[in-house]
């Protein structure tokens, strides 16, 4: 079956770095875009960053709020996609989600709790 795993969130202070990884499984990895979205308490879930494509195709897009900040990454031979957080700050707060997506194929991780605070 499908499952997207996600780890490396936690407590960081302002300014600090993340670095979350998803782990996918059960579908054709390498044929999907991969995102990143995220969810604060009472707001929308919105995207972050995307990646997609293999090798030289590979294009990526941010959420306006993380461009320079935040960097989105794939490895397709470990089924893994990351996101690298820089300069954090207390708005970056949320339940970080991976998804994968093809089509009218839509799959979600179980989010990973990301808070940034001094």
């Known amino acids: 079956q499908v499952q997207l795993v996600e780890s490396g969130g936690g407590l960081v202070q302002p300014g600090g770095s993340l670095r979350l990884s998803c782990a996918a499984s059960?579908?054709?990895?390498?044929?999907?875009?991969m995102s990143w979205y995220r969810q604060a308490p009472e707001k929308e879930r919105e995207l972050v960053a995307a990646i997609t494509g293999t090798g030289a195709g590979t294009i990526t897009r941010y959420a306006d709020s993380v461009k320079g900040r935040f960097a989105i990454s794939r490895d397709n031979a470990k089924n893994t996609v990351y996101l690298q957080m820089n300069s954090l700050k207390p708005e970056d707060t949320a339940v970080y989600y991976c998804?994968?997506?093809?089509?009218?194929?839509?799959?979600w991780g179980q989010g990973t709790q990301v808070t940034v605070s001094s």
């Open positions: 059960g579908f054709t990895f390498s044929s999907y875009v």
């Open positions: 998804n994968a997506q093809r089509l009218r194929n839509k799959y």
